[in-house]
């Protein structure tokens, strides 16, 4: 069984569905957190997959007193953590102690990837994780897709020897830190009286929520017509009309604001 949060990135694609594993929806912050894994836990073979930063869709960052109350619950019960990290790297401001720095027992499966920062093109990423772990799941992988492309690999250990890594995620993150204010001011100037927002600590999205609920397949459609694509709420948590997670990351600003003028519209005529 596997554990997660909604809304989450899990709902949007199914790696896990896919190989038969039943995944099931848990709230970090619930009073009863602890009795309630127990519960659907059991006697089965389970596993809590989280993202602790930047989490995707929400942009959230999890308190340090939530990251040490997961992993005292999850290792009192035996259930091993995923941490899926691959957007620490692009926090605006200072970096933030991860699960996995809470980790003496080998509880926690660390998971990281150049795919957000340098090339999702390049398909490499890592796993921090105990030896027979990281064995068992390199011989799935060489049996799956006969391991990374050694090119791939060479151009990574490039880039990270030679500093030019740390110098292009400093540049990356300043733009897009001044692509989150751009599009905040935006926000700020058009959309603060249909809708909410948290200002962006990093990464690529902002998780808007309308006031009233209005997001569905037409308002996806509308502007689907108009060339804008959106990721509508309802794709991470299954029922959501209310939520859009904007991307400030891809699209030029004279694209953003085109696009936020089109969901403006649209969502005035709703």
């Known amino acids: ?26 709230m970090r912050n619930h009073p009863k957190l602890a009795e309630n894994l127990k519960v659907f836990k059991r006697k089965k073979q389970s596993i809590f997959y989280c993202v602790p930063t930047l989490n995707n869709p929400t942009g959230v960052n999890w308190l340090l007193e939530e990251k040490k109350n997961l992993y005292n619950i999850c290792k009192e019960l035996q259930i091993p953590i995923i941490e899926d990290d691959v957007y620490h790297e692009l926090l605006f401001d200072h970096p933030l102690p991860t699960l996995k720095s809470l980790d ?8 990281g990837s150049v795919s957000k920062t340098l090339s999702p093109g390049l398909r490499i990423g890592w796993i921090v994780a105990p030896s027979p772990v990281v064995e068992r799941l ?3 992988k060489m049996q799956t897709d006969y391991g990374s492309s050694a090119l791939s690999q060479e151009i990574v250990a490039h880039w990270i ?12 993150r300043e733009q897009l830190k001044n692509r989150a204010a751009f599009i905040e001011n935006i926000l700020e100037k058009q959309f603060r009286k249909i809708a909410t927002w948290n200002k962006s600590e990093g990464g690529f999205y902002i998780w808007l929520r309308f006031n009233k609920p209005i997001v569905n397949k037409a ?6 017509n108009q060339n804008i694509l959106i990721n509508p709420g309802y794709i991470y948590h299954s029922g959501d009309s209310h939520h859009i997670r904007l991307s400030y990351a891809y699209a030029s600003l004279a694209e953003i604001k085109e696009g936020l003028h089109a969901l403006l519209l649209l969502c005035n005529h709703e």
């Open 1 to 26: 069984m596997i554990f997660h949060e909604e809304p989450s990135y899990l709902s949007s694609i199914h790696p896990f569905q896919s190989a038969g594993m039943r995944m099931h929806t848990v």
């Open 104 to 111: 003496k027992s080998g509880q926690v499966l660390y998971l």
């Open 138 to 140: 390199a011989d799935i």
């Open 161 to 172: 020897s030679t500093g030019l890594y740390e110098n292009h995620l400093k540049n990356l």
């Open 219 to 224: 308002l996806f459609l509308n502007l689907l």
